[in-house]
Each structure stands twice: as C-alpha cells, then as structure tokens.
C-alpha cells in the first residue's frame, strides 16, 4: 500500500553541521509531498512542499527535492542552528482518495 | 488568527469516560482530517471528513471512536468509554479543496489527551 518512510532518529548535530533525513515513498499516484516540523509542545507547522517531479521546496534554509526516479524527498540544511531543534515529519497527500500519510518523525537535536 | 483551532488544548479525563475533542478548521476550508500522535510516536491517519460526510475512516479504531463535521459548527473527534491507551495528542489539518493534492494540510496545536 502507499506509505512514507523515515530515517529512524534520533539525530544529535553540532550546529553548523550538515544535515540530511532522508524520506521515501511508495504510491501508485502521483502525491505531493511536505516536510512538517513539531516544536516541543505545538502542533505540526508545513515547512516546505513539492507537488510534481523535479520540484525543490525551499524554506528557512531547509531544502527537498521531489524526485520521482529514486521516490525520495530528503530533506537537507546546509549549517544547522540549536533553534532547528524539534521532530519533522514527512508526508503525502493525493495517494488516493484524500489520503495523507505520514512518516514516523525523526527527531533532531542541535548543539552548540 | 485565522489558523486551525482546536480545544481544549489540554483535556484530562477517568477511564470510562467520554473525551470530545473539537476542531474548528480555517477559514474557508471545508476538509478536515484527524491525526492521533501517541507518546515518542509519529502521526497516525485516523480519518477523513467533508461537511456532513465522513470520506475515509479507515485510520479510525472500529469501537468507541466517532467524528463528525456538520454543517455548521467544529468537526468532534469523541471518544468514548476512554482507556489509558488513549492518552495520546490528537491533530486536527484542513484543507481547502478534496483531496487536491496540491493544497498542504494546515494543522491545529493538538488536544492532548491524558487518562487517569
């Protein structure tokens, strides 16, 4: 069936480093995806999208190409700051019906 | 602020009990859908509704859960007879068209659900 699928965390970086979580998915459509981020105790808030093949999200220095032949979405930032710190989510809509999935979150922890 | 609300942010209820959770979605945005988010887990699709129609529940506990959006008023997330497994946060997203896969899901703060 369709699903997203995370790198398990958690990831611990010093700030400044490089950061890459890698995000598949299996569909038979066509779905666009998003990265989401969760502060500790808010709610999920959209930090960037792709909605076809080829197209790059882009946001506060994160970036994600949509990229069709490998089915990934991963998710990078050049130089990580201990503000970055939280759980993002990787996800889909358009897998069928309406359906949204999500992957499991991958915990990120900066420090300085 | 025009963003997904939902309430209470924080609702603590006895086993047996019901557990309502609303979700008012924004503005302009006729589809919602609910998430369920339990301890150091990822989200979990619960279900799927337009006004007055639930799309897709197959996310949804077959006993003691049920949502609804009606035609007027916030989507109910109810819960009844609540366990301890239950305790978990619960999201609510909207999005403006039906399944446009286009248009990203706008998510509330969460009600977190504790069981005593």
């Known amino acids: 069936g369709d699903s997203v699928t995370q790198m398990e965390g958690p990831v611990t970086l010093s700030e400044e480093a490089f950061l890459t979580i890698n995000c598949t998915y299996t569909?038979?459509?066509?779905?666009?995806l998003f990265w989401y981020v969760q502060y500790p105790g808010e709610g999920l808030q959209l930090l960037l999208k792709?909605?076809?093949?080829?197209d790059k999200g882009s946001n506060k220095g994160f970036e994600a190409t949509y990229r069709k032949e490998t089915t990934s979405f991963h998710l990078e930032k050049g130089s990580v700051q201990v503000s970055d710190s939280a759980v993002y989510f990787c996800g889909g809509l358009g897998f069928g019906a309406g359906k949204s999935t999500f992957g499991d979150g991958t915990t990120l922890t900066v420090k300085p | 602020n025009a963003g997904v609300m939902q309430n209470p942010r924080h609702l603590v209820r006895r086993r047996g009990q019901e557990a309502r959770l609303r979700c008012s979605p924004m503005k302009g945005h006729s589809h919602v859908y609910w998430y369920r988010q339990l301890p150091e887990e990822g989200l979990k699709f619960m279900v799927y509704?337009?006004?007055?129609?639930?799309?897709?529940e197959s996310g949804m506990p077959k006993e003691r859960f049920s949502a609804e959006f009606p035609k007027e008023g916030p989507s109910i997330l109810r819960i009844q007879q609540v366990v301890r497994g239950d305790s978990a946060a619960y999201f609510c997203?909207?999005?403006?068209?039906?399944?446009?896969?286009?248009?990203?899901?706008?998510f509330g703060d969460g009600t977190r659900l504790s069981i005593l």
């Open positions: 569909a038979t459509g066509y779905p666009s």
């Open positions: 792709a909605t076809k093949a080829d």
């Open positions: 509704l337009q006004k007055e129609n639930i799309i897709d």
């Open positions: 997203a909207s999005s403006p068209l039906r399944g446009e896969s286009n248009q990203p899901q706008h």
